[in-house]
């Protein structure tokens, strides 16, 4: 396989998400015209631990993005707030919101300062946003964070973790041990940190082609989405 070959290697930490949103040339040559966290509905891990009574209270999506898994949240009766920083990204999820007929809060924000929010959410979800921040942004989102929840509040996050083949999707995972510092006494205790797998989009012509090439095999479901693997992990704010 020759560099030309290959997928454009991208820094999240680098991404214009507002030009990602819009659909935009990200660099010469890139363009994604839908983020491949961009499902059309929330995470079945997040369904799944709702149903199974994990969240509770106000809740704060952080990173919503068009906004799917605050606007399912507030269709079983919580009070939702959902940030992002890419404009565009609200005001898609404000109309995907109001097609739903569901009332949700969903402003711009940055994740890395959450001014204006202490001491508010009972629960914070965070899907695929912590490997998006490079490792200073990473504790200062962790510290806004601890600012945002009530002692006693929990948060649920999913993050890309290191496994085999993680440069194809994944430039930055996060190993279990970071997450454990990020995370710690005496301001948070873990409550669960364990595997399990993320769904996202369908993988475009160019992915497949060099999935194969890179005898890369990632799990799907039965519509072809990726299942790649991730850790979920539940902190308590003390």
């Known amino acids: 396989m020759s560099n030309s070959d290959a997928a454009p290697r991208i820094d999240p930490t680098t991404v214009d998400y507002e030009q990602l949103y819009r659909g935009e040339e990200l660099f010469p040559g890139v ?24 969240i509770r209270g106000e809740v704060l999506d952080i990173g919503c993005g068009p906004g799917d898994t605050a606007i399912h949240l507030a269709g079983l009766g919580y009070r939702v707030t959902g ?7 609200i005001e898609q999820a404000r109309q995907r919101a109001a097609r739903r007929g569901v009332s949700v809060t969903f402003e711009v924000a940055d994740a890395a300062i959450l ?16 490997h998006c921040l490079n490792p200073a942004q990473r504790r200062t989102h962790a510290n806004a964070l601890a600012r945002a929840i009530k002692p006693g509040g929990r948060l649920i996050q999913f993050c890309f973790t290191p496994a085999e083949h993680t440069e194809l999707y994944a430039p930055y995972p996060i190993p279990e041990s970071e997450l454990r510092t ?49 850790l979920v992990l539940e902190a308590q704010r003390i």
């Open 31 to 54: 363009v994604v015209h839908r983020p491949p966290w961009d499902i059309g509905k929330p995470q079945p891990l997040l369904t799944a631990l709702e149903t199974a009574g994990h």
């Open 83 to 89: 940030l992002d920083v890419a404009p565009t990204a």
């Open 115 to 130: 001014d204006g929010y202490d001491n508010r959410f009972d629960t914070v979800v965070s899907s695929a946003l912590l």
């Open 182 to 230: 990020l995370f710690a006494p005496p301001i948070w205790t873990i409550t669960t940190l364990r595997a399990d797998r993320l769904e996202t989009t369908v993988p475009t012509e160019q992915q497949s082609n060099l999935f194969a090439q890179t005898n890369f095999h990632p799990d799907r479901d039965e519509k072809g989405a990726l299942l790649l693997p991730i």
